[in-house]
């Protein structure tokens, strides 16, 4: 007898239900989600990944106010595997108002130094298959 697999487990923080991920996940059927407050991160996916999703937008401004970096050191020193999911486009990034070599120098710092794997997305649907994907 054929079973179908376990849903996939994910956590979400509560903090992320205006970014559309979460409406995103629900409406996916090998999906088992559960959203509460989480220290660190904005998902964890299988007890396995720690994932911090930023917009374009708002990974500008973590950079501006060094919350980035309060962030991936968490995530770094965390026991799951740490990743960021940058989501936005071209259009998006233009508008952040912070120059193209300070975003470059914040994604070396967070892949190289703090080791976090950087994925990209274009909008909140492709960010959820990401999160499946892992």
Known sequence: ???????????ADDRENAGGVI??????DDVALEVRRLPVADFI??????????TLTDFAQSVVDARLFR??????????RGVLILEGTA???????????????ALITVGVFFGLAVLRARDATETARLLVYL
Request: aromatic share 2%; no cysteine; glycine share 8%.
């Open 91 to 105: 259009a998006d990034a233009s508008a952040v108002g912070v120059s193209r070599e300070s975003l470059q120098g």
């Open 71 to 80: 962030q991936a050191a968490a995530l770094a020193r965390g026991t799951r």
């Open 1 to 11: 007898m054929n079973r179908a697999p376990a849903p996939m487990r994910m956590v």
């Open 45 to 54: 996916v299988e007890e396995r990944f720690a994932v911090e999703r930023k």
């Open 23 to 28: 409406a995103e996940l629900r409406g996916m």
